[in-house]
């Protein structure tokens, strides 16, 4: 079993940046494909970005495409997200996950994911 922590969030303007990292124990994220997730007040949580096992393959969605990349680095177990151009409806609870799954193409539905960290804020200022 993999456990997750994030961090990175902040308070940041609108049209900043910020790098979230996902720091993996337990086990190595090699064997995970892995993805981000957010999570507003009183809305649904939603799929922001993710990355197989390897790097190789990326999925975003359609909101944040050209502003986020999701990243990872297998020898340090932990996976990235940079989001840039932030607007304020990006603010959120951005949380990680970790897929049991790891064959294919990075997943998309939450029910996918087996494991997911806490969470850090991301709060972007108008």
């Known amino acids: 079993q993999v456990q997750l922590v994030e961090s990175g969030g902040g308070l940041v303007q609108a049209g900043g940046s910020l790098r979230l990292s996902c720091a993996a124990s337990g086990r190595t994220i090699s064997n995970y494909n892995m993805g981000w997730f957010r999570q507003a007040p009183g809305k649904e949580r939603e799929f922001v970005a993710a990355i197989n096992w390897s790097g190789g393959r990326t999925s975003y969605a359609v909101s944040v495409k050209g502003r986020f990349t999701i990243s990872r680095d297998n020898a340090k177990n932990t996976m990235y997200l940079q989001m840039n151009s932030l607007k304020p409806e990006d603010t959120a609870v951005y949380l990680c996950?970790?897929?049991?799954?790891?064959?294919?193409?990075?997943?998309?539905?939450?029910?996918?994911?087996?494991?997911w960290g806490r969470g850090t804020q991301v709060t972007v200022s108008s």
């Open positions: 996950a970790a897929d049991g799954f790891k064959a294919g193409a990075p997943r998309t539905s939450r029910s996918a994911y087996d494991y």
